[in-house]
């Protein structure tokens, strides 16, 4: 695990280009997947029923919803990432978005967090940030993105 301490606005240019933050591993279990299945009325057979999964999917096995690996954006970084205290921060968006690798049930996953991008929105700020969610011993990572936020004093 990689942290960062952001102790100022400012303190975001000069990061620029570099890998800020690397977050601990957390599970993708199947309690989270059911969970999440229920949130969003999304229960096709490929995340919720582990045995079909397991006869007739490609899988082996249930996997979790691609949006529920892109809504753990925010524990990854905020469990990696220590920013100064602002008045909101919030989503802007994404510029791209791939799910490249299935996550299965039980599987961990992590976020690698390089930081492509800031602009002054005086006030506040616009991030950029290029992220990897990997997938605990494959080659390929769940998921990559631009991921797009804003900080308001």
Known sequence: MKRAFISETADFLGLVGQEVAVSDWFEVDQKRIDLFADATDDRQWIHVDAERAKA?????GTIAHGFLTLSMLALLFESTVELPATGMGVNYGFNKVRFTAPVRAGARVRGRFLLKEVQDLNPG???VWSVVIE?????RPACVLEWLTRRYP
């Open 56 to 60: 007739e999917s490609p899988f082996g």
């Open 125 to 127: 700020v616009h991030l």
């Open 135 to 139: 997938i605990e011993g494959s080659d």
